[in-house]
């Protein structure tokens, strides 16, 4: 029987959010958006806090 | 810890381990061929890095010419020489057209050099893992065939995508682990004793890391060939967007296929440095280093003063200005912006022309613009400043970098706190040199 595989969730956060993150760097390259370099440290904290969160949520589903 | 050596009555044989490796097996298969402990011989390959790179091209090239353990011929030799050869064509005939394309669009033979490095780059690490795993096929092929069923050896040979060099190395031995004796005695096709176990390979995530990061580095280097090429103009900010968009997209494809979780701090690093400089507005366009300028003519003034990384320095000291207000730009991605001019102040400054002439002022942190103002009345120079990174500083005489105390004239910190945009403004002691 195929075992449904479950995706790495702190993978799948993190990789999110690094999406999100570039597609707002990319919009600040084209000028769209003017995003400040103040506001990167902040961005990228709350990314690496949802990873850490998932690495949580995970491991307390994995017992 | 299992000692293998793939001609037991011959000279001892260097190989690359399968079961202790960090990378590639390098250090470890060193280490067992002189009967040392693998970290000294890590130990000694991550200082010799410090030496121009040697290490790294030591490893590569061990990497490249040094079998791996069991396999009978190194990684060049893996695949058939017609393949290989073809494949190196193809690698000229790519390198050629490239050069061609960049000759015929007149941005430079290379591109600059980085988008090549880059497709080179990511191209070897493709390449590098693809060997590995049809290296590895038929070796999965004879555990799952030795760890079923006894007499079905031979399926070992049914997929030879490697070619010879593959076949001899695929063991008719037992299995590791399992099934150690095996069930081969009675078949007829061995003659011979069969070599002994070859272990598995050590399997972490860096295998599909490294896939995913050749990847991105492909991708990238296509697109600054575009964007030199002119087809767009995307600009550094945009190509490290690119890349940490890339990133993010290889991590939610390989959480859904293995798990590269090498690649969240490679993404969130990438993302840190790169990202917060580009957002900072930091360009490497200018170059690298110290740039000095000294102008005495208002009339040799630039437009724009422009510097990647380093220390921009502007001499003003015995300038003419001419008539009416001139405007210029002084552009520095990360580093030290120096006015040297004695009466050089920040047009918000409120400051009595005799203590502008002894005084050197800076202001510092990340994404700062300021302008400065030299001369007075009808012959004023006006000095957009920006630095994404660092410090734009007046100073009364060139030089004054090297005595520029940061402990008196950042008393809260320091230029760290002054880089991490803590504390917006410091204004210096005299400077009495």
Known sequence: ?63 | MIEHESRPDGPRRLERSRDDRAVAGVCAGVARYLGVDATVVRVVTVALLAFGGFGAFLYLAAWLLVPEQGAERPLLGVIDQRRTVQVAGIVVLAVACVALLGAWWDVGFWFGGGPLFLVVCGAAVLWFVSERRRDDEPVAAYVANATTTAPAAGGVDAETPAGGGADAGTPDGPAPGGGAGGGDDDDATLAHDPPPPIPPRRRGSWGLTALAVGGVMVTLGAAVALDAAGLYDLGWGGFVALAVALTGVALVASSFYGGARLLIPVGLLLALFLGGATAAGVSLSGGVGERDYRVTDGDDLRGTYELGLGHLQLDLRDIELARGVTHVKAELGAGLIEIVAPDGRFDDEDLTVGERADEGRGDGGIDSSKTIVVGSGDRRLEIDAHVGAGVIAITTRPGARGDWEWSSRCPAGGPALGLAGLRPTCEGDRDEA
């Open chain 1, 1 to 63: 029987m195929k075992r449904e595989r479950e995706p790495h969730l702190p993978s799948l956060v993190v990789g999110i959010g690094l999406v999100l993150f570039g597609a707002l760097l990319l919009l600040d390259a084209l000028d769209v958006v003017d995003v400040s370099g103040g506001a990167v440290a902040p961005m990228l904290l709350a990314i690496a806090g949802a990873g850490l969160l998932a690495t949580g949520v995970r491991e307390r589903r994995r017992r």
